[in-house]
């Protein structure tokens, strides 16, 4: 099949980017794939043909901190390009993740952006969460026309891709779209590269090159947007760990300033590591306990690739990890609350064995979740669309 990819950054960091860089690798070695893109890196193979999408930057905005304007002139720039360079007739399949409005047969949601509105709408205060939580924010104007004209175009031409049951029910009931236009393929992970046998290779350096001891406890947090992930919830949660050893990483790309307050007020500084985006790996096996209080969220791959490593779990029971979590088995269902997630944390530490076993379990449930079966029910929904249009 001669297959289209349809996405505005391609690389394996995070996210949408890395599911479309590595079904691209997969696939590639039976198929003939192009990948529409404005960026693209970290991609192994030469055998994809990439063509380039231009696309305004708004860099200006960037520098003055305006992140959501120079997003919107994104998405705004690169669903008008993509329409007009991208011929559908020429490929088998076209595959969307999202900001086009080229005419595809197939649609990855990796997420149900109307319910998440609504989600962060219900759980804020004040007129600047109202306003930047509904369609008066001009940025959730265009995404939910562009989300509802991707659901509508898959439902028709094709399918829709969703990684969880829980994204699935989302789209049913906000958009009407009948069950069976859905199927249900979850992100994958890199079992080689995020590996329980990386701490016998990087454990012991990251501690040291981090000041922390052979015997501490360590906390990862991992997320771009630190409020919708529950930092906070995190952060207050370590005065009422019952170890002196307890020590949080934090791993993000937003400001501090105000999570390393909240910590100066409650006297824990000293025990959380705030550090930039970086390759993850080393920072896993430095850990002990992965922790994830996030709001809303798709079927995060900081989560597969947290337990990939070994690590136990605690996180809310959203999309994702409702179906990724066995409560007591791999890791704790939390709620955005200070004492609850003390009180997981508590359970895990107290019983060293019972952190060990669970960490294993994590990393057997973890293995269900190989890119490369990914790609191969993707392959597979791609052979009955294409037998469809035959």
């Not at 198929?31 to 529409?36: C, G, R, S």
């Not at 920072?283 to 306990?289: F, K, L, Q, R, T």
Request: aromatic share 10%; proline share 4%.
């Amino acid at each position: 099949m001669k297959i289209a990819f349809i996405c505005r950054g391609v690389n394996k960091r995070g996210g949408i980017s890395r599911c479309v860089a590595e079904l691209a690798e997969s696939l590639c070695q039976k198929h003939e794939v192009h990948v529409f893109a404005n960026s693209w890196q970290d991609v192994l193979t030469n055998k994809i043909i990439f063509h380039k999408i231009p696309m305004l930057k708004g860099n200006i905005f960037l520098k003055r901190k305006m992140h959501g304007l120079a997003t919107l002139i994104q998405v705004i720039t690169f669903a008008i390009m993509s329409s007009l360079i991208i011929k559908p007739k020429e490929f088998d399949i076209v595959h969307s993740f999202g900001d086009c409005f080229v005419p595809f047969n197939i649609y990855t949601s990796q997420s149900c952006h109307k319910t998440a509105v609504r989600v962060a709408r219900k759980s804020g205060t004040g007129i600047y969460n109202y306003f930047k939580n509904t369609i008066l924010n001009p940025l959730n104007l265009i995404v939910l026309s562009i989300e509802k004209f991707s659901y509508r175009h898959g439902s028709k031409n094709g399918g829709i891709i969703s990684p969880t049951e829980w994204i699935k029910r989302n789209i049913v009931e906000e958009y009407n779209i009948p069950e069976k236009k859905i199927v249900v393929i979850p992100n994958g992970v890199d079992l080689k590269e995020f590996n329980p046998e990386n701490r016998g290779q990087f454990r012991e350096a990251i501690r040291k090159e981090l000041n922390l001891k052979t015997d501490d406890i360590v906390l990862i947090f991992v997320a771009y947007e630190f409020r919708r992930k529950g930092l906070k919830y995190i952060i207050e949660s370590l005065p009422f760990i019952k170890s002196e050893r307890i020590k949080l990483i934090a791993i993000g790309g937003e400001k501090i300033e105000p999570y390393l307050s909240l910590a100066k007020r409650l006297n824990i500084a000293h025990q959380i590591i705030f550090l930039k985006p970086t390759p993850l790996k080393k920072y896993y096996a430095a850990a002990d306990i992965f922790v994830f209080p996030t709001l809303y969220e798709a079927f995060s791959l900081a989560t597969l690739e947290a337990i990939s490593s070994g690590l136990p779990i605690l996180a809310t029971k959203v999309s994702g990890t409702e179906e990724l979590i066995q409560d007591g088995y791999n890791g704790y269902f939390i709620q955005r609350d200070a004492l609850d997630i003390a009180q997981k944390i508590n359970l895990l530490i107290e019983n060293g064995h019972c952190l060990k076993e669970m960490g294993e379990n994590a990393r057997k449930t973890a293995e269900r979740y190989s890119w490369k079966e990914v790609a191969y029910q993707t392959e597979e929904f791609y052979k009955k669309i294409y037998n469809r249009k035959g």
